[in-house]
């Protein structure tokens, strides 16, 4: 399972979360984000170099789970590599146009990183699509489960839907920073992975008995 970090946020702000998922059995890994405020092109990039690292070492696909803008490059890396995706979760990701449904302290926040960076990110369309990170259809192919709430606070819960072959959305009751610890975000992430894997491990005892 690999775990993508929100805006201004570091790997570290998932650590509970991912001593969660290691007492469950899962193997964890990290993004490598120290702070998640750079240009989103260069940072899926980057991230992107790390899924490929960990399909190479695990010898299978990975689960990518992402909070906030954390799940729009989670969402991303499933378009760009469904080979090594399973299939991604995003949690409270204002998947669409995310300028215009955040909370205005957001916005701003958005606004002077993007000052920041300045010369080292010429992309168009930093806001309005994520320096093209944050396209308007789900990675084909890949299953995908949205987790919002209106009670969000942050975001605006609707933005955090879309439809698709394999796409669901569920709804809990968290405020946006605590979705990745909320109960009920928990028991679904864990249907979702654990399910399969069991399925998985069906399959593979029905193709080679004994």
Same mark, same amino acid.
Request: proline share 7%.
């Given at each position: 399972?690999?775990?993508?970090?929100?805006?201004?946020?570091?790997?570290?702000?998932?650590?509970?979360?991912?001593?969660?998922?290691?007492? /469950?059995?899962?193997?964890?890994?990290?993004?490598?984000?120290?702070?998640?405020?750079?240009?989103?092109?260069?940072?899926?990039? /980057?991230?992107?170099?790390?899924?490929?690292?960990?399909?190479?070492?695990?010898?299978?696909?990975?689960?990518?789970?992402?909070?906030?803008?954390?799940?729009?490059?989670?969402?991303?890396?499933? /378009? /760009?590599?469904?080979?090594?995706?399973?299939?991604?979760?995003?949690?409270?990701?204002?998947?669409?146009?995310?300028?215009?449904?955040?909370?205005?302290?957001?916005?701003?926040?958005?606004?002077?990183?993007?000052?920041?960076?300045?010369?080292?990110?010429?992309?168009?369309?930093?806001?309005?699509?994520?320096?093209?990170?944050?396209?308007?259809?789900?990675?084909?192919?890949?299953?995908?489960?949205?987790?919002?709430?209106?009670?969000?606070?942050?975001?605006?819960?609707?933005?955090?839907?879309?439809?698709?072959?394999?796409?669901?959305?569920?709804?809990?009751?968290?405020?946006?920073?605590?979705?990745?610890?909320?109960?009920?975000?928990?028991?679904?992430?864990?249907?979702?992975?654990?399910?399969?894997?069991?399925?998985?491990?069906?399959?593979?005892?029905?193709?080679?008995?004994?």
């Amino acid at each position: 399972i690999l775990l993508i970090p929100g805006f201004l946020a570091a790997d570290a702000t998932l650590y509970p979360f991912a001593n969660w998922l290691r007492a /469950r059995g899962h193997q964890v890994y990290f993004s490598g984000i120290l702070a998640n405020v750079d240009c989103p092109r260069r940072a899926v990039d /980057r991230v992107g170099r790390i899924l490929n690292e960990l399909s190479t070492k695990t010898q299978g696909k990975l689960v990518v789970i992402g909070h906030s803008l954390g799940g729009i490059y989670a969402r991303e890396l499933g /378009r /760009r590599f469904p080979k090594l995706v399973d299939q991604v979760i995003l949690l409270g990701s204002p998947i669409h146009e995310p300028q215009k449904h955040s909370n205005p302290y957001v916005k701003m926040l958005a606004t002077f990183t993007h000052r920041i960076n300045g010369a080292n990110c010429d992309c168009p369309g930093y806001l309005a699509n994520l320096c093209g990170v944050n396209l308007d259809v789900p990675p084909p192919g890949v299953r995908e489960t949205l987790i919002y709430s209106k009670s969000d606070g942050v975001v605006d819960w609707e933005s955090c839907i879309e439809t698709g072959p394999k796409v669901e959305a569920i709804e809990v009751h968290s405020t946006h920073c605590g979705i990745p610890y909320n109960l009920d975000a928990l028991r679904i992430i864990r249907e979702r992975i654990e399910n399969d894997t069991a399925s998985l491990r069906e399959a593979q005892a029905r193709m080679h008995p004994g």
